[in-house]
């Protein structure tokens, strides 16, 4: 019986995760969850500005050191769980990583690649 509730709740996860994501968030989502730190810099501007709630980390330089320390050893824990606002060019999200819930604010270039993001403890 247990099988079967965990075998539910893995499809109504990958449910929710099967919407339409925009192609900044799907690509940091499928580079977190593979814990690819080449996938994760690709989905990011050269020039992409990251801040982790009081810290700010600017290029590729920056965020790629903090991304090996703080996100990609457990970055098989990240999950979209749903878009809070979204226009052209940027979304909030709602995210669960690692035990807690958070919000993620991307904001994109016209190629998909993100120009800025913002993490933050959900309220």
Request: one cysteine or more; aromatic letters at 12%.
């Amino acid at each position: 019986m247990l099988k079967y509730l965990i075998l539910s709740l893995d499809v109504i996860a990958s449910s929710a995760v099967a919407q339409d994501l925009p192609t900044a968030i799907s690509c940091y989502q499928d580079a977190s969850n593979s814990k690819d730190i080449g996938a994760y810099m690709d989905c990011f501007s050269d020039d992409a500005e990251m801040i982790d709630v009081s810290r700010t980390f600017n290029g590729h330089d920056a965020i790629r050191p903090w991304a090996l320390r703080e996100v990609i050893p457990n970055g098989d824990t990240f999950r979209h769980r749903k878009i809070l606002d979204e226009r052209e060019g940027y979304a909030k999200t709602d995210v669960n990583w690692l035990s807690w819930i958070d919000h993620y604010s991307y904001w994109w270039d016209e190629d998909g690649k993100i120009t800025k993001m913002s993490l933050r403890y959900a309220d």
